[in-house]
């Protein structure tokens, strides 16, 4: 998980996000979402899921990829493309 740590913590900043916010749309507790960010504490399969849903990127987009360098345009067009290919899934 290459950049996990790091990814889901400027994803939450980038939407001005305090940690207990995201926390509890996720239904996790603020210290378990703290350990994730500073990456002390790994997730497994479901929590990656649960994150790559709420962030609306893939699982392999949040483990593998350096959002930080990604510009906000590219950043709301995987969003959209993530929101397009699950939409389209859940009404087939």
Known sequence: ????ATNIQL???RKKRTQEDVAAGMGL??????AYELGTV??????LVIFS??????IDDLIREDIGEWSG???DEKQRWYN???SAAATS
């Open 53 to 58: 849903k709420f962030y609306r990127l893939s």
């Open 73 to 75: 345009f590219l950043l």
């Open 42 to 47: 790994e997730p497994n399969l479901n929590t």
């Open 29 to 34: 507790k603020r210290s378990t979402l703290s």
């Open 11 to 13: 994803l939450r900043k």
């Open 84 to 86: 397009g290919k699950f």
């Open 1 to 4: 998980m290459i950049h996990f």
